[in-house]
């Protein structure tokens, strides 16, 4: 039996055998072909049909195959219609150009300022001055190098594959997504942690003490709305496996020992959606009393890559907003490109938003293009130029979810689209992004997670046993802490539930939350540089095993300067030298 057929049997629950359903397979099997659908899209497509007409998913049946195909045809009519007029649209949807009175010419007697501005048509439907033409990767005529001067290794999943229909994902793929986290840390801390023998139940009445692993969770109702998290607002939820899904309130012992952390911190953070370890019991009060907490075991460190002075390269790191808010004239970012054309590093790293969904020209309406012209015209055309002086350079974007040029406003979230690319030295990558230059690994992200840990971080200090001892002394400042939070939990953002007052700058798809693993499995090594860029104030410092950058916003007049020396030994953090510079 065909991929396809099977599919549609197992959406229908019918096998060929049965002589009722197999004219009705036979007819899904040639819609399919006929308009190149997968059975996948053929079920969403009745889906969304049967709930349009009768606000519920109807059964499948012959009647259903002739309304269906009628529908696809008048989509693809539609569409073809759509793209004979498109040429004259001059309003966007997010990510694609669609009918907008925000940026098409409506009337605009009897109105003044910003709105009168919003209604005038672009100057290039007028005869005035069009905006900038940029070219398309297959007319593409810039020199191209013969090789760069880095070796690019990136994640190996076709776009598509991340390029996912959110908001469509189920209780049920929720839970077994969080499930499955906490399975994952449970065996950690059995392999780490060799005494432990078995987890136990925290929700379970016993005498003696266990180990349990959960997640952190905020009592709401009794700590009410808009408190953090606190010694009397703890509840430990644990998996399906080792606790049947309960959350049971959880007590920290006054007595309270952090146990297998580094020495010098002083105690554990923790905040909602933290995955930790402890040692204590329920003794039938409805609670679970921990005397300890088991660090969570750190990212081991990359092996010492060999010495090659071929291997050593420079970079740059930027993050947008690329412009301030009062404007669209990108002044920061073309004071850059100018300090690129200067220097002509070896890698340019630039994280969105580069077209800010949030400015306010956008949501005013007072531009006379598209955001996707904007992007080309401010960001694509000057780094062709850069690379046509720098041809063995290499470029790499990463969106972020505020980016209004990107189709795809989730996090995780896929790459730009491929219009954009241009040129082969420009590499598109996903937010967040795992990629290696010259065999030292990055780990990249634009999402803002370490001013959200810090909203959400409650400190509980408790006293060091069998600590790990390291040389220099492990940072405990608060910008390491929270860095550390991050590869502790091997989470580009660990915190669940989003703190309501910041989910917009997330969108957080759970379902999809193995996309934000830091590595691949939990005993996988660290990443030798990770970029997380944040509100908060710009730093560069090594924590644990990995070179943290926080290179701030471009309109804050800053960004970062790395550089990785290939002769030498010793591991990639002792070979990495990595800076805070400020636009001149």
């Known amino acids: 039996m065909s991929s396809l057929r099977s599919d549609i049997c197992e959406w229908l629950g019918a096998t060929d055998s049965e002589e009722d359903s197999e004219a009705l397979i036979n007819e899904c099997v040639s819609i399919c072909q006929m308009y190149n659908l997968t059975a996948k899209d053929l079920q969403y497509k009745w889906e969304a049909f049967s709930y349009g007409q009768a ?7 012959r009647e259903s195959a002739a309304d269906i195909k009628a529908q696809i045809q008048r989509e693809i009519q539609a569409k073809n219609a759509s793209s004979v007029s498109k040429s004259t649209a001059t309003g966007f949807t997010r990510g694609k150009l669609a009918n907008s009175a925000k940026f098409v010419g409506v009337n605009a007697k009897g109105l003044t300022g910003p709105l009168k501005a919003a209604a005038q048509p672009p100057k290039a439907l007028l005869g005035g001055t069009a905006s900038v033409p940029v070219k398309l990767e297959q007319d593409f005529d810039g020199p191209i190098a013969s090789s760069s001067r880095v070796t690019f290794v ?85 998996s399906r496996a080792h606790g049947d899904g309960h959350r049971v309130p959880l007590q920290l012992a006054p007595d309270l020992k952090i146990r297998g952390g580094y020495r010098g911190l002083g105690g554990v953070g923790l905040f909602p959606g933290a995955v930790v370890a402890l040692k204590g019991r329920n003794g039938g009060g409805g609670y679970f009393i921990a005397s300890e907490i088991l660090a969570i075991p750190p990212m081991p460190a990359s092996p010492a890559p060999p010495s090659n002075v071929a291997a050593s390269f420079d970079m740059c790191i930027a993050c947008g907003p690329f412009t301030p808010d009062a404007n669209l004239d990108y002044k920061p970012w073309k004071t850059l490109i100018s ?197 908060l104030k710009h730093f560069s410092k090594v924590v644990d095993n990995s070179v943290v950058v926080n290179p701030s916003y471009l309109t804050k007049s800053t960004y970062a300067t790395l550089s990785y020396s290939g002769q030498g030994t010793g591991f990639p953090k002792d070979r990495i030298s990595a800076d805070i510079a400020r636009l001149s």
């Open 339 to 535: 300090n690129l054309n200067a220097s002509k590093p070896a890698v340019v790293l630039l994280l969105g938003p580069f077209v800010d969904a949030t400015h306010t020209h956008i949501q005013d309406g007072m531009v006379g293009e598209t955001p996707s012209d904007i992007f080309k015209r401010q960001f694509i055309a000057p780094i062709r130029d850069f690379l046509s002086q720098s041809p063995t350079s290499t470029v790499l974007l990463v969106p972020s979810v505020k980016d209004i040029i990107s189709d795809h406003a989730v996090f995780p979230q896929c790459e730009l689209d491929d219009e954009f690319r241009g040129d082969p030295r420009i590499r598109l990558l996903p937010n967040p992004a795992r990629f290696s230059l010259n065999g030292i690994s990055f780990a990249v992200c634009s999402v803002d997670v370490l001013y959200h840990l810090r909203k959400e971080e409650y400190f509980r200090r408790g006293e060091e046993v069998d600590s790990i001892v390291c040389e220099p002394e492990a940072a405990s400042d608060p910008m390491s802490n929270l860095s550390r939070y991050v590869l502790q939990q091997r989470s580009f953002y660990p915190i669940f539930p989003v703190s309501l007052d910041v989910a917009h700058e997330v969108n957080l798809d759970v379902s999809h939350s193995a996309e934000l693993r830091v590595a691949e499995s939990p005993d996988d090594p660290g990443p030798d540089v990770m970029v997380l860029p944040s509100r």
């Open 154 to 238: 990136g994640q190996k999943e076709a776009r598509q594959n991340r390029a996912y229909r959110y908001m469509y994902e189920t209780l049920g793929e929720r839970s077994e997504t969080l499930d499955t986290q906490l399975d994952g840390f449970g065996e950690l801390i059995l392999k780490h942690y060799r005494d432990v023998g078995q987890l136990g139940h925290p929700g379970v009445f016993s005498e003696e003490s266990c180990v349990v692993v959960g997640r952190i969770v905020l009592d709401a109702e009794a700590s009410g709305p808009g408190v953090k998290l606190n010694d009397q607002s703890l509840i430990l939820e644990a």
């Open 55 to 61: 606000q519920t998913i109807l059964r499948f049946t």
